[in-house]
């Protein structure tokens, strides 16, 4: 029996939330239905201009589309939501494990399967994947990341290696716990300060996922100026309680 013969149970749903993804948005979804007990596979359309939505039906996923940008927070809330329908309507008992991965990661999301087993065996109530080190390299994150950290560990004494990675496995009950979710990009530290300050267990895992990497001219400078912003008003609204 192989290591992932045990897990008959059709337990997690894949949430992806999608803004002009086209060109890898198939090679994600394909991977990520290779993972063992993965039965439902949710891409959230946030608003794109391209073929992503078409794209990812074409592969085989369930697509909810935005019609307009809402932020990745948003795009979480209405995939976790679908998937809560979904269990109502199959009248399951225990919820589907969450399993957020990002549009981008083509075919090493298979490999999200590590991020799962954690929740399965209840040592852990949310996942949190780290890359390899030499996939990080260069991005130019720097700035965000230091701040997301700094802010975890003053709040929670927790100092996540990866505060921004946004694949992570979360039972519902840990998902519901989280809610309201930080908007934007500042959902994966505000997910990370909720959780552990109301007692559930957050832990890293190493994975090898690969994802594109931000580069550097005026457009991906725009984007970490939103991710700072964003992630400072996640922490900002987490600091109140203390005053």
């Known amino acids: 029996m192989t290591k992932h013969a045990r897990h008959s149970d059709d337990d997690v749903?894949?949430?992806?939330?999608?803004?002009?993804?086209q060109q890898r948005i198939a090679a994600t979804v394909a991977a990520a239905r290779t993972i063992p007990g993965v039965d439902v596979i949710i891409v959230v359309d946030d608003g794109s201009h391209d073929d992503t939505a078409r794209v990812a039906r074409s592969a085989g996923a369930t697509v909810v589309r935005h019609a307009q940008n809402r932020g990745?927070?948003?795009?979480?809330?209405t995939g976790a939501a679908v998937v809560s329908g979904?269990?109502?309507?199959?009248?399951?008992?225990?919820?589907?494990h969450l399993l957020f991965l990002d549009a981008d990661l083509e075919e090493t999301a298979k490999a999200g399967d590590a991020l799962v087993a954690p929740i399965r065996d209840r040592s852990a109530d949310m996942t949190i994947a780290v890359l390899p080190q030499q996939l990080r390299a260069g991005g130019g994150?720097?700035?965000?990341?230091?701040?997301s950290r700094d802010g975890i560990r003053k709040l929670t004494e927790f100092e996540p290696t990866q505060p921004l990675s946004?694949?992570?496995?979360?039972?519902?009950?840990?998902?519901?716990a989280a809610r309201p979710l930080a908007p934007g990009f500042g959902v994966?530290?505000?997910l990370t300060i909720d959780l552990i300050r109301k007692g559930l267990r957050v832990v890293e895992v190493p994975v090898p996922l690969r994802h594109r990497v931000t580069?550097?001219?005026?457009?991906?400078?725009?984007?970490?100026?939103?991710?700072?912003v964003h992630v400072a008003r996640a922490l900002a609204v987490r600091y109140l309680p203390l005053t």
């Open 166 to 176: 946004g694949q992570r496995c979360l039972t519902r009950a840990a998902f519901d």
């Open 141 to 147: 994150f720097g700035f965000v990341v230091r701040a």
């Open 72 to 77: 990745k927070g948003a795009a979480m809330r």
């Open 188 to 190: 994966e530290t505000g």
């Open 13 to 21: 749903a894949v949430v992806i939330p999608a803004k002009d993804e």
């Open 86 to 96: 979904l269990d109502t309507r199959d009248g399951r008992k225990k919820p589907r």
């Open 215 to 228: 580069g550097r001219d005026v457009r991906a400078q725009w984007h970490r100026a939103v991710q700072y």
